[in-house]
């Protein structure tokens, strides 16, 4: 029997996450496994020497001179009425990337109108990328809309092409090859969410703050975003509105509930996993009755100090049913809010989020219920919820609160302020 080389076997693992979870996610544990392999590598074992590793190309960052006028601002593109050829950048995306569903969300709005959508992807890794099976993921994947667009590898020495009109960087480590790229096409930024906070002070914390400082004109999701980067560094931001997508959550128990939803995605900091198994340990304390439910990642890995059930990753069209037998939701949003908040509303599942102005600025919604971020005062929160004699009326009120909202909306405005862009 033939033996794989153990360097076969970990390409392919690693190919396996990146299709599951995407780029972003899979250069972190390629990172956090480098981390380890230092700090267990000892004392005077030879000369290996580590890569500098980062979620942007170290070329790229160490070519970018963000003081110096760029070359896209010298020689502004002219462009016409439209319809406009836009290339957006983005890391891999995978089957379970919710930030990238919501960048084709927008994909398909402008081709919907006319425009033209290239997408370019852009890796820092040494695994393989494969533009050809990321598209037949995606076309299959019913987590993501049908586009027309092209997919290619961005190879800097080829460009997006003279035809572009546009360039969108979609998260900070694409706003460097968008900004270095040679096409004198106008620059934009479609930004999610404030990237510096992902990381502790360092190299990754100021590479992705410097970018809001590249004269990129920004699209954003919420007003928190837009404020933050018009107030804090000048940028000219356009907002767009949360909204649920009422084809996959639909209010469907008029019952009584007692369950609890937990967002739970340890590996993602900003969702704030130990603080919220606090305050669902404190439930549990007082009330053992309760049961909670874990989705968005699988947490059996992690010591979780009371009974849960483990959802794990779930896919889409599977969230409905979950939310619909919860009474309430606990989401941490720690930096720009969680789309989930408006999607667990229009189940009629009453979502407790830490009250902040990242997160009230985004959403007024009645059906969010914010608290303070005390694991005693959210625990409290929860219990009353659930006991509350007005539950199923409150149910109904937030799943009715929720189809004012729509992403077609949102997607009008982001719409005409790229166009009314496009012909300052």
Not at 43 to 66: E, I, N, T
Not at 88 to 100: A, F, Q, V
Not at 163 to 181: C, M, Q, R
Not at 227 to 244: Q, R, S, V, W
Request: with cysteine; hydrophobic share 40%.
């Amino acid at each position: 029997m033939t033996q794989t080389n153990p360097l076969v076997r970990k390409f392919a693992k690693g190919a396996s996450y990146l299709k599951r979870h995407g780029g972003r996610m899979t250069t972190a544990r390629l990172l956090q496994g480098l981390g380890n392999q230092i700090a267990n590598s000892g004392k005077g074992k030879g000369k290996a020497q580590y890569p500098l590793g980062m979620l942007v190309k170290f070329s790229d960052a160490a070519a970018l001179d963000w003081v110096s006028e760029p070359h896209w601002k010298k020689n502004p593109r002219t462009v016409g009425e439209g319809p406009f050829v836009t290339a957006w950048i983005m890391s891999p995306p995978g089957e379970s990337s919710g930030g990238h569903q919501n960048i084709f969300r927008f994909l398909s709005y402008l081709e919907a109108v006319g425009h033209t959508v290239k997408i370019f992807l852009y890796w820092s890794q040494a695994i393989p990328v494969d533009a050809d099976r990321v598209r037949e993921m995606v076309e299959r994947s019913s987590n993501y809309p049908s586009l027309k667009a092209a997919y290619a590898l961005y190879d800097p020495k080829v460009g997006v092409g003279d035809d572009v009109d546009a360039i969108f960087a979609t998260g900070w480590e694409t706003a460097y090859p968008a900004y270095l790229d040679r096409s004198n096409a106008r620059r934009f930024y479609f930004v999610q969410d404030f990237e510096p906070s992902f990381y502790p002070v360092g190299s990754e914390n100021q590479l992705a703050e410097n970018t809001y400082r590249f004269g990129f004109e920004a699209f954003t999701a919420g007003k928190w975003l837009a404020t933050k980067l018009h107030d804090e560094y000048g940028m000219t931001t356009h907002p767009f509105d949360f909204a649920a997508e009422m084809t996959l959550y639909k209010r469907t128990n008029d019952s009584r509930r007692k369950d609890v939803f937990f967002y739970a995605r340890p590996v993602t900091m900003r969702r704030g996993f130990e603080l919220g198994c606090m305050v669902l340990a404190d439930v549990k304390k007082r009330r053992p009755d309760i049961r909670v439910h874990m989705a968005g990642w699988d947490v059996s890995e992690w010591k979780v100090p009371f009974e849960y059930v483990n959802h794990g990753a779930m896919k889409l069209e599977e969230l409905s049913p979950l939310y619909n037998q919860c009474a309430v939701a606990l989401v941490m949003s720690l930096t720009n809010l969680s789309l989930l908040p408006l999607e667990l509303a229009s189940c009629g599942t009453i979502p407790v989020v830490n009250d902040a102005p990242n997160n009230r600025l985004v959403s007024d919604n009645p059906a969010i219920d914010y608290v303070p971020l005390s694991p005693g005062a959210m625990a409290e929160e929860i219990i009353r919820i659930v006991d509350a004699q007005d539950q199923v009326e409150r149910s109904r009120e937030a799943a009715a609160s929720a189809t004012t909202l729509s992403w077609e909306d949102s997607g009008r405005t982001f719409v005409a302020d790229f166009e009314e862009a496009m012909n300052a």
